[in-house]
């Protein structure tokens, strides 16, 4: 498959609390789009994006996956995330390889705890969003009240662009404020008609809404407006873009993932709202570092730039190896070459090159700036590292991912396994950077460090599914220590006198707790040189080894 333009592609994470219809939606968007020919669903297991067992097992997304589809003449790449509180460090790290960003709020339970804080991550790289108010099929789905919530969790203006049609069973269909046309669905089948007469007031108040915020963006626009002139339809979609992209407000559109509702409608908002990745440097240019003198350098995302990649994923294939999934900023990332990863220094060598649908790897012989692509068996790439041109190296800034916050003891099932353990532990760390794995000193155990207990359950599923691997899991030993809670003062007394020269030593010591947390630190108190100097370094040391032990 070839190549498309920087200006028509789209690269878009789809985010929110987990079951708010992320999967269901990426899946709607592949079918209407001509991408896969059988709509699936979380239910039955079978949706493009939730392919991994333990995703299937659990319905739940645990590690993102990567699909496209063609939409209008427009590449739209889409990240299916996973919205779970122990696995949104791997969204955080998706986040910083798109343009823009769908967030989905449900029409039932409105913003959650983790929606926010996805948002916030993707406040952090600037990326312009879109919400999709999503299962306004149910009951109790309320728009004004989603709309309401909106804007109080993410302190921006909400902008309807749409307006719903009924609700809870009756919802069918929406109003398009921009074309002031309403759109009906039948067993999945839109057409369009007039705008429903109940809902003739509110629908006018909206789009009323609408054209002054687009107004109110410039001044010429303003006037004509205040003259009482309308707004033409083309000066409507420039101000929602411009507005959009400039975060000025944020687009808010509505439907169901599952009855795909309004789905279509929303691939048409992500090309008019988001930005195409030649757009985007207006927002975040492409900046990074020459490894050799530290210096700043810029790329533009145009073919004709040397080549530079980011790998925003890695998944451990226990059949194809590596595979490490990047985003090509500028240049053409082609197959059968060599580059070199500039963060390491390692020159590698690219064999075939390949585009994700789900599972499913689509073969490329190039790809280009701003698109997504995967390739397998680098030697020495992993998740935050940058591929370069090998004459003319970048380096772009890894994204820092958070500590571990617990951890569990892990053991073989089988005696003897420990080896294999730790060597196919190593692999999946390669594809999770959340993951810690050592070994305690003193327990002589293994530890497994993770963001939760159901993150080291499905690290742990994952290790016996790819490489055969049985482990068990259990809270790990405490080594019981003492610590001083006040101060303290001590004497030491040394005295040999039995042949030879006498040797005497008369040592002080007082010691006092730090704040909780702040290590070690040693005082010498000896004044005037009262203590020959070389015999201050061995009380240190002495001191150091009883901490140890506790
Ligand atoms: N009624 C209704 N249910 C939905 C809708 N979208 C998703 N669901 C259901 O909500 C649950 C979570 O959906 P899923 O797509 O896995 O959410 P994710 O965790 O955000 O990926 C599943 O049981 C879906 O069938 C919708 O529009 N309407
Ligand atoms: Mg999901």
Same mark, same amino acid.
């Not at 003492?482 to 030593?505: C, D």
């Given at each position: 498959? #070839?190549?498309?333009?920087?200006?028509?592609? !789209?690269?878009?994470?789809?985010?929110?609390?987990?079951?708010?219809?992320?999967?269901?939606?990426?899946? #709607?968007?592949?079918?209407?789009?001509?991408?896969?020919?059988?709509?699936?669903?979380?239910?039955?297991?079978? @949706? @493009?994006?939730?392919?991994?067992?333990?995703?299937?097992?659990?319905?739940?997304? *645990?590690?993102?996956?990567?699909?496209?589809?063609?939409?209008?003449?427009?590449?739209?790449?889409?990240?299916? @995330?996973?919205?779970?509180?122990?696995?949104?460090?791997? /969204?955080?790290?998706?986040?910083?390889?798109?343009?823009?960003?769908?967030?989905?709020?449900?029409?039932?339970?409105?913003?959650?705890?983790?929606?926010?804080?996805?948002?916030?991550?993707?406040?952090?790289?600037?990326?312009?969003?879109?919400?999709?108010?999503?299962?306004?099929? +149910?009951?109790?789905?309320?728009?004004?009240?989603?709309?309401?919530?909106?804007? +109080? #969790?993410?302190?921006?203006? $909400?902008?309807?662009?749409?307006?719903?049609?009924?609700?809870?069973?009756?919802?069918?269909?929406?109003?398009?404020?921009?074309?002031?046309?309403?759109?009906?669905?039948?067993?999945?089948?839109?057409?369009?008609?007039?705008?429903?007469?109940?809902?003739?007031?509110?629908?006018?108040?909206?789009?009323?809404?609408?054209?002054?915020?687009?107004?109110?963006?410039?001044?010429?626009?303003?006037?004509?407006?205040?003259?009482?002139?309308?707004?033409?339809?083309?000066?409507?979609?420039?101000?929602?873009?411009?507005?959009?992209? *400039?975060?000025?407000?944020?687009?808010?559109?509505?439907?169901?993932?599952?009855?795909?509702?309004?789905?279509?409608?929303?691939?048409? *908002?992500?090309?008019?709202?988001?930005?195409?990745?030649?757009?985007?440097?207006?927002?975040?240019?492409?900046?990074? +570092?020459?490894?050799?003198?530290?210096?700043?350098?810029?790329?533009?995302?145009?073919?004709?730039?040397?080549?530079?990649?980011?790998?925003?994923? @890695?998944?451990?294939?226990?059949?194809?190896?590596?595979?490490?999934?990047?985003?090509?900023?500028?240049?053409?990332?082609?197959?059968?070459?060599?580059?070199?990863?500039?963060?390491?220094? $390692?020159?590698?060598?690219?064999?075939?090159?390949?585009?994700?649908?789900?599972?499913?790897?689509?073969?490329?012989? /190039?790809?280009?700036?701003?698109?997504?692509?995967?390739?397998?068996?680098?030697?020495?790439?992993?998740?935050?590292?940058?591929?370069?041109?090998?004459?003319?190296?970048?380096?772009?800034?890894?994204?820092?991912?958070?500590?571990?916050?617990?951890?569990?003891?892990?053991?073989?099932?089988? +005696?003897?396994?420990?080896?294999?353990?730790?060597?196919?532990?190593?692999?999946?760390?390669?594809?999770?950077?959340?993951?810690?794995?050592?070994?305690?000193?003193?327990?002589?155990?293994?530890?497994?460090?993770?963001?939760?207990?159901?993150?080291?359950?499905?690290?742990?599923?994952?290790?016996?599914?790819?490489?055969?691997?049985?482990?068990?899991?259990? /809270?790990?030993?405490?080594?019981?220590?003492?610590?001083?809670?006040?101060? *303290?003062?001590?004497?030491?007394?040394?005295?040999?006198?039995?042949?030879?020269?006498?040797?005497?030593?008369?040592?002080?010591?007082?010691?006092?707790?730090?704040?909780?947390?702040?290590?070690?630190?040693?005082?010498?108190?000896?004044?005037?040189?009262?203590?020959? !100097?070389?015999?201050?370094? $061995?009380?240190?040391?002495?001191?150091?080894?009883?901490?140890?032990?506790?």
């Amino acid at each position: 498959m #070839a190549a498309t333009e920087v200006d028509k592609i !789209r690269n878009v994470a789809v985010i929110a609390h987990g079951g708010a219809g992320k999967t269901s939606l990426v899946e #709607a968007m592949l079918f209407d789009s001509g991408s896969i020919d059988r709509l699936g669903n979380v239910e039955d297991g079978t @949706t @493009t994006t939730d392919y991994e067992l333990e995703d299937i097992t659990r319905k739940i997304t *645990t590690s993102s996956s990567i699909a496209f589809c063609n939409w209008n003449g427009h590449r739209i790449n889409l990240i299916d @995330t996973p919205g779970f509180i122990n696995f949104l460090e791997d /969204t955080r790290g998706c986040l910083r390889a798109v343009d823009g960003a769908i967030v989905i709020v449900s029409a039932i339970s409105g913003v959650k705890a983790e929606t926010q804080k996805i948002w916030k991550y993707a406040s952090e790289f600037e990326i312009p969003r879109v919400v999709f108010i999503n299962k306004m099929d +149910k009951d109790t789905a309320n728009f004004s009240r989603a709309l309401g919530e909106i804007e +109080k #969790a993410f302190e921006t203006e $909400a902008l309807p662009l749409q307006v719903p049609i009924g609700s809870g069973d009756s919802f069918t269909g929406i109003v398009d404020l921009i074309k002031m046309k309403a759109v009906k669905f039948n067993n999945g089948k839109a057409e369009e008609s007039d705008i429903p007469a109940e809902i003739l007031p509110e629908v006018e108040e909206y789009r009323k809404n609408l054209v002054e915020k687009i107004a109110e963006s410039d001044d010429a626009l303003l006037e004509k407006y205040l003259e009482g002139g309308m707004l033409s339809d083309d000066e409507v979609i420039k101000g929602v873009r411009e507005g959009s992209l *400039t975060k000025r407000f944020i687009p808010v559109t509505c439907g169901s993932a599952i009855r795909n509702i309004a789905v279509s409608e929303l691939l048409d *908002t992500a090309l008019l709202c988001l930005p195409s990745p030649a757009e985007m440097v207006r927002i975040s240019p492409i900046r990074g +570092k020459n490894p050799k003198d530290g210096k700043e350098i810029e790329r533009k995302p145009l073919k004709t730039e040397p080549l530079s990649a980011y790998v925003f994923k @890695t998944i451990a294939d226990p059949y194809a190896g590596r595979l490490s999934i990047f985003r090509v900023y500028s240049g053409i990332f082609r197959a059968d070459s060599n580059i070199l990863n500039a963060t390491t220094g $390692a020159k590698e060598r690219i064999g075939q090159v390949f585009y994700l649908m789900g599972k499913k790897q689509v073969s490329a012989q /190039t790809i280009g700036p701003g698109e997504i692509g995967v390739v397998a068996k680098l030697k020495e790439t992993y998740t935050g590292d940058t591929l370069s041109d090998e004459s003319r190296p970048i380096v772009f800034e890894k994204v820092k991912f958070t500590d571990p916050i617990i951890s569990y003891a892990i053991a073989p099932k089988s +005696k003897g396994d420990e080896d294999k353990v730790s060597t196919s532990l190593h692999r999946i760390l390669e594809e999770d950077p959340t993951l810690r794995f050592q070994r305690d000193e003193e327990t002589k155990e293994m530890l497994l460090s993770g963001m939760g207990q159901v993150h080291l359950e499905v690290t742990l599923e994952r290790l016996k599914r790819k490489f055969g691997v049985e482990v068990v899991m259990k /809270t790990p030993k405490v080594p019981y220590k003492e610590t001083i809670k006040v101060l *303290t003062k001590a004497q030491g007394r040394y005295k040999k006198q039995s042949g030879g020269r006498g040797q005497y030593g008369d040592c002080y010591i007082e010691i006092e707790p730090l704040p909780r947390g702040g290590g070690y630190e040693f005082a010498d108190k000896i004044v005037g040189g009262a203590i020959p !100097r070389q015999y201050i370094p $061995a009380v240190e040391k002495g001191i150091i080894e009883t901490m140890h032990e506790g």
